[in-house]
């Protein structure tokens, strides 16, 4: 439950409401990064966008 969590979702709605209850249930350190288009907004990378976060969940995913 120590664990850096990103959450994002299409528009950020559902991110906000899942990081909540997470927060409910004792996680400390979740963080919305909020919807796909903020992220386009704030610069993020777009082209390769799915490929580099599945990467990174199958880097983490069996980690503790």
């Known amino acids: 439950k120590n664990k850096n969590i990103y959450l994002v979702c299409a ?3 559902m991110a906000a409401l899942t990081g ?3 927060l409910e249930m004792g996680y400390s350190k979740v ?3 909020g ?3 903020s992220w386009k907004e704030a610069g993020g990378p777009v082209e390769d966008w799915f490929v ?3 990467g990174f969940l199958q ?3 069996y980690k503790d």
Do not use: D, E, P, Q
């Open 35 to 37: 919807g796909f288009g």
């Open 11 to 13: 528009a950020g709605g």
């Open 20 to 22: 909540a209850t997470l």
């Open 52 to 54: 580099l976060i599945v």
């Open 31 to 33: 963080f919305n990064v």
């Open 59 to 61: 880097k983490h995913r």
